[in-house]
């Protein structure tokens, strides 16, 4: 069975040692930022501070490195990617949760709604001010009422309104624009403190038709349990910590940021729409929930790689078979730099994976297409592949004028453009054989057992 909730998996983490509790009081103005900056540069366990200011703990770095996210999956290294195909090609439906929802065992409105009563961390300096950043948005289509899930930023502007930004490439962003085009206030729901595999399918990127509650009961294997929320008609997983419910008000524009963002520099501030709350839901003795953000790598990026690669991996394979893995590394902020493994079946299909990889929704900068003897995980050999298995005049192009990727820092406004490099063996033609000693992994050597310097 899948962790019903976030308790469950936090139960689990601390189990295995991977949740340690900080029960001195911490000030959510650089202190939480700064706890969870260090565990995740020493690839930590979560945290758990008590001691808030507020009534609510907050929790920390569940997401912080790749062995607690093959903790989320139940997977291991091995069988991870099979693992999230197996769950985004089983779509299960999502269920009514019967009788009072826990998420809703508290329920203010009106006047008791203030958000600044939850310990809402500034993590930079420069931050515009507290930051909701574990929080996934429950939006719908305003015209075919499909629900849509992922993870957006909310800057506190005051107890009852926060700012708010999304890409226009992604469907939270989509959905305000359609609204705002025929004249509706698009409704929402922040989602904060969930089961993991709920979290990470958040991340899954699939169609605008996709209904992404049947992607979560996939990659759970189980059914998501909703309840309806209280002042809107969509429905919010059940078992969550805490529910902020919301209108977008895009004729109110106030500024939004600067914060400091995935790509690793501060995003400036700007004029943004506000999110109304119209409703704050808990659960008895709810948790909040941090999320590091910032120069890679952080949550942010490791709640991407793994939901990101399987279903980029997917989409490409859909037309082009023979690519056998992607790689979407941190350090581009898992979307600015992909290398795909591949063994061109023609002439010329290299290049076109990679205008497909290009024209995918993640409008990365860098696209390099292998063989698949590389280890794409290995800059290394990436490099290597790049240093002698391409001749630039020919193997590299650029295409002008591509859709820039949301925040990154160094574009021409809305255009930027994309590097290609076809860093395959010719096609057809004799190639060198690669020189390396023969079986030497199997080579009985005793005297360096345990001399392992790596
Ligand atoms: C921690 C975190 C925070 C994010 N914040 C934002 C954000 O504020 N705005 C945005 O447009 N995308 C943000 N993203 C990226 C989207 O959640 C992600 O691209 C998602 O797949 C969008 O999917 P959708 O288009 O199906 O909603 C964030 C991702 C993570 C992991």
């Given at each position: ?65 790749r ?48 958000v ?16 909701i ?32 930004f ?13 609204a ?39 990659l ?19 078992w ?6 919301f ?26 729409p ?21 120069k890679?790598?952080?949550?942010n ?18 037309q ?33 994976a ?27 050999e ?15 192009f650029i ?7 949301p ?21 057809g ?26």
């Amino acid at each position: 069975m899948p962790y019903q909730d976030l308790r469950a998996f936090l139960t689990a983490l601390k189990n295995a040692g991977e949740l340690v509790e900080i029960a001195r009081p911490v000030s959510p103005k650089y202190d939480i930022a700064k706890a969870l900056a260090k565990t995740s540069a020493i690839q930590g366990p979560a945290l758990m501070f008590t001691q808030t200011g507020t009534a609510f703990p907050l929790v920390g770095g569940v997401y912080g490195n790749r062995r607690l996210a093959l903790m989320a999956f139940e997977a291991t290294e091995q069988t991870i990617h099979e693992k999230v195909l197996k769950g985004i090609n089983n779509p299960i439906a999502p269920v009514d949760f019967k009788g009072a929802p826990p998420c809703q065992d508290v329920v203010l409105t009106d006047d008791a709604i203030d958000v600044t009563k939850l310990p809402v961390p500034i993590y930079s300096p420069k931050d515009g001010g507290p930051y909701i950043t574990a929080g996934i948005v429950v939006s719908e289509n305003p015209e075919t009422g499909i629900p849509d899930i992922g993870n957006y930023r909310f800057q506190i502007h005051g107890p009852k309104e926060l700012g708010v930004f999304s890409a226009p490439n992604h469907r939270f962003g989509k959905n305000i624009a359609h609204a705002t085009e025929m004249g509706k206030e698009l409704r929402g729901a922040i989602v904060i403190g969930v089961d993991p595999l709920t979290m990470y399918s958040g991340q899954v990127q699939s169609s605008d038709s996709t209904n992404d509650w049947f992607t979560s009961g996939g990659l759970r294997g189980s059914p998501v349990e909703l309840a309806k929320a209280v002042t809107n008609d969509m429905k919010v997983p059940a078992w969550a910590e805490i529910v902020i419910e919301f209108t977008v008000d895009t004729r109110t524009q106030k500024m939004e940021g600067p914060l400091g963002e995935y790509t690793g520099y501060y995003t400036p501030a700007s004029p943004k729409p506000v999110a109304r709350i119209t409703a704050i839901t808990h659960r008895k003795n709810a948790i909040f929930q941090g999320l590091l953000t910032g120069k890679p790598i952080t949550e942010n990026h490791v709640l991407k790689q793994i939901p990101f690669e399987t279903s980029i991996l997917r989409q490409l394979q859909a037309q082009f078979p023979t690519i056998t893995d992607v790689s979407i590394n941190s350090s581009g902020g898992v979307q600015i730099y992909v290398v795909i493994a591949m063994k061109p079946r023609y002439e010329g299909e290299a290049r076109h994976a990679i205008l497909a990889a290009m024209a995918g929704n993640l409008h990365p900068k860098w696209v390099i297409v292998v063989d698949p003897d590389i280890d794409i995980r290995n800059s290394a050999e990436v490099e290597w592949a790049q240093s002698f298995r391409v001749k630039p005049s020919q193997d590299v192009f650029i295409v002008d004028r591509t859709a820039t990727a949301p925040l990154d820092p160094y574009t021409d406004g809305g255009y930027s453009s994309s590097v290609g490099i076809d860093a395959t063996r010719p096609f057809g033609e004799e190639f060198p054989d690669v020189s390396e000693v023969p079986d030497w992994k199997d080579f009985p050597l005793p005297e360096l057992d345990g001399l392992s310097r790596k």
